[in-house]
């Protein structure tokens, strides 16, 4: 009797563990698929394309985040057109380490196309200064400061053409950023690209698609002319 009833208490701490184990995985099932079909609902009401599959764009952009770590994947993806300009949404992962020190980091990406007739934009990147901005603070080019203090402090600029860092990061447009400190980006070839950590929610498209646009209206027109001339800001 001792010994059925010693196994009894061993296996009702098993069974309740397994239990707990399955109530994870299908509440994990569930809470996805709710996002799934919330982004295809949303992207319906935008007429805007949705995809769960994102082969292939793990690869196409250069830069952070993308190029670290393994098992990389890009997967649900809106696309569809913002003020006129193409662009993509998508969750992007990979995974580092191994064994009980494997992790994954998620990343929300936007990209913007820039324009067919632009030529390849040089890399110009602004992070928030913290977790972000050291996380992408050693990709490209030489750090750039505005000899704004409030702007040098609260920001980290990485660029290949300090020229082009100093016609984009004018006045107006530094008091524009002051609102957009959740998120990096960075003018690369012929895209714009904003990302954060995480994963995104679709309303949450529309403001980052938003922020985008109001970044790019401000880039003067000088600079907009010679890309489109074929001069490389120096």
């Known amino acids: 009797m001792d010994l059925v009833f010693g196994s009894l208490c061993l296996l009702v701490p098993a069974a309740a563990f397994v239990a707990l184990i399955v109530s994870a995985v299908v509440l994990t099932s569930r809470r996805r698929q709710r996002r799934l079909q919330g982004m295809a609902a949303y992207a319906a009401t935008r007429e805007w394309r949705f995809s769960e599959d994102g082969t292939g764009l793990e690869n196409r952009y250069a830069g952070e985040p993308f190029g670290r770590g393994s098992a990389r994947s890009a997967s649900n993806v809106l696309e569809g057109n913002y003020e006129g300009r193409p662009f993509l949404a998508f969750d992007y992962r990979y995974t580092t380490g191994s064994g009980d020190d494997r992790s994954t980091s998620r990343y929300s990406v936007v990209a913007m196309h820039l324009g067919a007739l632009l030529h390849p934009v040089p890399r ?41 860092a100093r016609d984009v990061l004018h006045p107006d447009m530094r008091m524009l ?6 998120r990096a980006w960075r003018l690369e070839g012929d895209s714009m690209l904003m990302f954060r950590r995480g994963e995104h929610t679709p309303v949450e498209i529309d403001a980052v698609l938003a922020s985008m646009h109001a970044i790019l209206s401000r880039v003067p027109p000088v600079v907009w002319d010679r890309l489109r001339g074929g001069e490389t800001p120096r």
């Open 124 to 164: 110009l990147q602004v992070s928030p200064q913290g977790a972000l901005g050291r996380f992408f603070g050693n990709l490209f080019g030489t750090d750039h400061l505005l000899g704004d203090p409030g702007f040098d402090d609260a920001f980290h600029v990485r660029t290949d053409s300090p020229e082009l």
């Open 177 to 182: 950023l002051a609102a957009y400190q959740d």
